[in-house]
């Protein structure tokens, strides 16, 4: 049985990423540009970004006041509640940018530091996955869970590159030892979308280096709830410096694997 606090901040969260992917969705100008940019110059911030995290966080304002909130563009606020929302407002923008379809808004709530609560919702896909601790994981109310493990040949992988040109490097050397060790690897431009997959069977497992806690925050979450493990290093928990997301049986394969060709690092 859910808490009635958590039922609350599901609700919340729900409606909440329901209101920006509309709004992303359906108020996309056509002649969408760059606002800015952030770790480089292809790292790019669009006025949509900020509409997007505006909508959120004034919504948070006025139902949950007196919690915290970490956000890509900028939000961020302590509470006093114990509870944080981390959000990233368009998950994904370059495909947004290019009208790809693989983008989603991302929402986690956080109590006294550990995600409770999952939404990550894909308006052109037409779905939202969400998660609670202990309770699953669901696209669009419906269950799911990860594939059972392949061998480690057989695995369909993704994965995601930074926007540093140093760190493609290394990137690029990873994916050139383990390409010929799996089935194939892709490439989505969302890591939530991508951990959703994995959650949904859609990848067999997935695994990036970078990101930051508005990234992965929630989409770990599902993928944990439909069965899968999440982790960093051998030993570690997933975190900006790896994140890895697989079945058990194909996860410390996996995992193993990355660790030796130094995915890690730079």
Known sequence: MTDPLTTELLDLALEVARRAGDLLRDGRPADLGVAATKSSPIDVVTEMDIASEKLITDFLERHRPADG???????SREGSSGVRW???PIDGTVNYLYGLPAWAVSIAVQKDGETIVGVVA???????????LGQGAYADGRPVRCRPAPELERA????GFGYVRERRFGQARVVHEL??????IRRGGSAAIDLCDVACGRLDGYYERGLNPWDYAAGELIAREAGALTGGRPGTP??????????????ETLQGR???LGAWHD
């Not at 909130?69 to 939000?75: F, P, S």
């Not at 369909?156 to 994965?159: D, E, P, R, V």
């Open 156 to 159: 369909l992988i993704g994965t």
């Open 179 to 184: 390409l010929p060790t799996v089935r194939d």
């Open 238 to 251: 997933g975190s900006g410096e790896l994140m890895v997301a697989a079945a058990p049986g194909l996860f």
């Open 86 to 88: 981390v959000i990233d």
């Open 69 to 75: 909130v970490l956000g890509e563009e900028g939000a």
């Open 258 to 260: 990355l660790d030796e």
């Open 122 to 132: 894909a308006p052109v896909r037409g779905e939202t996955y969400h998660a609670v």
